[in-house]
């Protein structure tokens, strides 16, 4: 009896932690999927500063597809001039029909926040949408390309341009 209840509790126990293996292969498994990037900017000039902080995360389903989230923080400031301060998300596609050729597609939400120091002007506070559609050359995890903003708005977007060149990098 002792032996069949020492087998009852060896096998169950054996099951228990072969099952939570199995469940810990599968969730490491989703990790292996997801890259992290992202981008860092700083800027110096005469009384200027910006400085951005932007990282994102993808999941690769497979050779070709990946999709993402991404964060948005920037912060600028002309001495005597004004402070702007843009926080926002992005949502990004990634498809690559060769391995050198990456298309994306990326929407993008941010939140600009203007306080100008001369009253002359008035501060600012809206949502600016943008919508890229990109191309680029990829060689393993790093992409070269250009964009263009589909909703690009002279007189509220925080580009200079709707075309803007890229390098993207994911680990």
């Known amino acids: 009896m002792k032996t069949l209840v020492f087998v009852f509790i060896f096998m169950n126990f054996s099951i228990t932690a072969f099952s939570q293996n199995q469940n810990s292969d599968r969730h490491s498994n989703f990790w292996d999927h997801v890259r992290f990037g992202g981008g860092i900017g700083l800027s110096f000039g005469d009384g200027f ?48 029909p060769i391995p050198e050729l990456q298309l994306s597609g990326e929407f993008e939400e941010l939140n600009v926040n203007r306080k100008f120091d001369n009253s002359a002007f008035e501060d600012q506070n809206y949502w600016y949408p943008a919508l890229f559609a990109g191309i680029g050359y ?34």
């Open 49 to 96: 500063f910006s400085g951005t902080l932007a990282p994102s995360a993808i999941y690769q389903f497979n050779s070709e597809l990946a999709m993402g989230l991404g964060l948005n923080g920037t912060y600028n400031k002309q001495k005597n001039v004004f402070k702007s301060t843009i926080f926002g998300a992005s949502v990004i596609g990634l498809y690559n």
């Open 138 to 171: 990829r060689s393993n995890n790093i992409t070269l390309g250009i964009r263009y903003d589909v909703l690009y708005d002279r007189e509220k977007s925080i580009y200079a341009d709707p075309w803007m060149p890229f390098i993207r990098v994911f680990f």
